[in-house]
């Protein structure tokens, strides 16, 4: 089975930085788009960025100039660069990945990581 494994999620002061990475593992024979998602207390989950095999990215305009997302195909597994970080940044950031895998014949499916919490101080 396909599984999304995140980490680097914390606490840090408002202008601070982490590093989120999220691992798939399992019978994967591709990974098209991998993403990063994020929810608040009481706000729906929204997008956060996203890049494709090829390595074009995407951000929301919220984070646009302050995260940082990129890729290494070779490890199946995306990144997160979180730079300025502000209060607002705070919610649970869940690992996304369209894929193409093998579980008694092909399939392509979208799975999600657990969450890691990221809390900014003020």
């Known amino acids: 089975q396909v599984q999304l494994v995140e980490s680097g999620g914390g606490l840090v002061q408002a202008g601070g930085s982490l590093r989120l990475s999220c691992a798939a593992s399992?019978?994967?024979?591709?990974?098209?788009?991998m993403g990063w998602y994020r929810q608040a207390p009481g706000k729906q989950r929204e997008w956060v960025a996203g890049i494709t095999s090829g390595g074009s990215t995407n951000y929301a305009d919220s984070v646009k100039g302050r995260f940082t997302i990129s890729r290494d195909n070779a490890k199946n597994t995306v990144y997160l660069q979180m730079n300025s970080l502000k209060p607002e940044d705070t919610a649970v950031y869940y690992c996304?990945?369209?894929?193409?895998?093998?579980?008694?014949?092909?399939?392509?499916?979208?799975?999600w990581g657990q969450g890691t919490q990221v809390t900014i101080s003020s």
């Open positions: 996304n990945a369209v894929l193409t895998y093998f579980s008694g014949k092909t399939s392509s499916g979208e799975f």
């Open positions: 399992g019978s994967i024979f591709s990974i098209n788009v």
